[in-house]
Structure formats: C-alpha cells, structure tokens
C-alpha cells in the first residue's frame, strides 16, 4: 500500500523560507512523476511543481517559478519543495502526490493516484 507523508509545514514570515518535504513507502513500482499542489480553503488543488521520478525534469507553475525548487531522491523515495521569498498569497494545505502512470497532464490532479494528507503553511507577520 504506497502512502505518502509530508513534513515541514509551518508559521513563516513574508519574505522567508521553508522546505517540504515528502517520504513514499509501499512503492512497488517507479512512479511517473510526483508533484506538489496546494489548496486554499474552498477552492480546488492547485498544481505548482512536478518531477519526473526517472529524468529528474521538474516543471514549475508560473506563480512558483524562480522561488521553488522541487527535488526528487530515488534512493530514498523523497521529494522535497524549497520554498523561497514565501508571500501570503503561498499560505495553504500542500500535498504531496504520486501518479503512477498513464498519459494525462501532470499539471492536472486526476493524473495522480495517490496523494498525502497534507501540511499547512503559514505565511503572515
């Protein structure tokens, strides 16, 4: 059963830093890709960012490119997002997630099957 958890949510003021991270266990196969989303409350997951597991190509969206970088660990199945020039409109719920296969765009979330619980973060002074 391949779950995913992710670590390093918090408080952190505009401007600041964090680092996500994601660990996979119970994986039985190379994923395609993992990513990160986020969701704010009463709206829909938001793709910023995803790896290639096996390439390591990363993609970014528009609002995250230049402050974000996503990072992939085959050996240790993790995948880390650090968080740079974090601004208020960056606080919510980020999950991780695992898309085994398939062919449809990585920047959707139906393209993932498996997905962690979450962690929020916090940007505010």
Request: proline fraction near 2%; aromatic fraction near 12%.
């Amino acid at each position: 059963q391949v779950q995913l958890q992710e670590s390093g949510g918090g408080l952190v003021q505009p401007g600041g830093s964090l680092r996500l991270s994601c660990a996979a266990s119970g994986l039985t196969f190379s994923p395609r890709s993992m990513g990160w989303f986020r969701q704010v409350s009463g709206k829909g997951r938001e793709w910023l960012a995803h790896v290639l597991w096996t390439t390591g190509t990363s993609v970014y969206a528009d609002v995250v490119q230049g402050r974000f970088v996503i990072s992939r660990d085959n050996a240790k199945n993790t995948m880390d997002l650090q968080m740079n020039s974090l601004k208020s409109d960056d606080t919510g719920v980020y999950f991780c997630a695992a898309a085994s296969g398939g062919f449809v765009d990585l920047r959707f979330s139906r393209a993932y099957g498996y997905w962690g619980q979450g962690t929020q973060v916090t940007v505010s002074s």
